[in-house]
């Protein structure tokens, strides 16, 4: 049900800032069902008479008349059942089994094999635990989305999908999804960005003095390396036992070995992971190097790709990291870079748009503009989704590393004037024609900025994740479904 909720986040010029935390995103939240209410138990039910009458005899003709049979009793019907309880609050069978269909057909889709049925079922409570852990703390602290900005959203999001509301419902509908739980969903999307903005990142400090150290150990040449990495983390309750992480130790263990044994890291992030992205098979896509936390960063310095980490420690548990693909090159930092003056036209996917349409619309675009003399301003007017469309699709002077990576290497290729072919990027695809390019000094405000920016999104991650730890070890959890 949160098939068009990342979009809301992707408005204006958003997408230009790559960032750490873009790979984690949110776990799927619960479906949005009624669950404070616990189902009244049906009355106990007697043993019923047997049914069958016994004939009277034939040669007793003053024999009182047969009763009809007695009707069988009904059998209680099983509304719904608890099947955890979260502080005040329970989650229900029904939102379990919703949200395990909706995870099943999200790993489907990206061509991972989902665990079995129990171990996806144990997965997913785990995150409609803290998905409403993370709402109780949200409403009791004053976090609203009133209608009139729920409204707006939506409205925002069917605009940014190139349909009217009527439209994007009529859309949502033929899914199968239901437009007020849409609406739920989205409304809780955005109470949680909001939270772990309050809570987590606007905590981050990042000193002078670690913006110094990072800018002294910049001086040298260095490798602008970018790691595609898929991560898997199990993890330890804050006052664990020694048991209890000798425990965890072994389990993540074992999936190293299963992992290098060749079992697929996508399945074991599902089956075993319990970071946000399991669902999405632990993908986390591509990193710059200097923004990765430190742990990983000197256990990835020794792999290849292809190449599983060992287990690797940190407050929140124990991680396991593959690198999928590395790409980069040396560069000298501190000396004059390039900077760019482009526009490009954006058309966003999602379950209305494929890919494949996304794809053929700015093939037919990009073929109108080449051989047609179209003029680039006005196909992006007319066609663009992003928030440069007014703007004919223009971007000002942007400086590398400004832009997702994806976006930077293609345009860093084109010669000026020259139109790219479709451009994939985690917001969907891209039409770029460079107008300018001129070298220019990085001045030392721009170079501090961009330093403390990295540190920040070193940081982003792993305070999110300790944070969901110690919210996790407050909040009053009963599980029951071993009742079954």
Known sequence: MKVFAKFLFLAGLAWLAPAWSQGTEQPAAAPATPSTVQPTPAPAVQPAPSPVAQPAPAAAPSAAPQSPAAPAARSPVLVDRIVAVVNREVITASELQEAVESAERNLRRRNVLPPQRDVLERQMIERLILDKAQLQLARDTGIRVDELQLDRAVQRIAEQNRMTLTEFRG?????????????????????????????????????????DLFLADAKTPVDRVELNLSHILVRIPEQASPERVEEARARAEKVVQEARAGGDFASLAASFSDAPDALQGGALGWRAQDRLPDLFVQALSKMNPGEVSP????????????????????????????????????????????????????????????????????MARVHSDDGTAARGGELDWIYPGDTVPDFERAYMQLKIGEVSEPVRTP??????????????????????AQARQALRERKSDDAYTEWLRQLRDQTYVETRLEDR
């Open 311 to 378: 287990v690797l420690r940190s407050p929140a548990g124990f991680h396991i990291v593959r690198m999928n693909e590395r790409r980069g090159a040396s560069a000298e930092t501190g000396a004059p870079v390039i900077q760019t003056r482009l526009r490009h036209i954006l058309i966003r996917t999602s379950e209305s748009v494929s890919e494949s349409d996304a794809r053929q619309r700015l093939a037919n675009l990009r073929e109108r503009i080449v051989s047609g003399g179209a003029d680039f301003g006005e």
């Open 171 to 211: 859309a949502l509908e033929k899914d199968g999804v239901s437009f007020p739980g849409y609406r739920e969903d989205l409304r809780e999307q955005i109470i949680l960005s909001r939270l772990r903005e309050r809570e987590v990142n606007d905590k981050i400090q990042v000193s002078d003095g670690e913006i």
């Open 427 to 448: 917001f969907g695809y891209h039409l770029i024609q460079v107008l300018e390019r001129r070298s220019a000094e990085v001045n030392t405000e721009r170079r501090r």
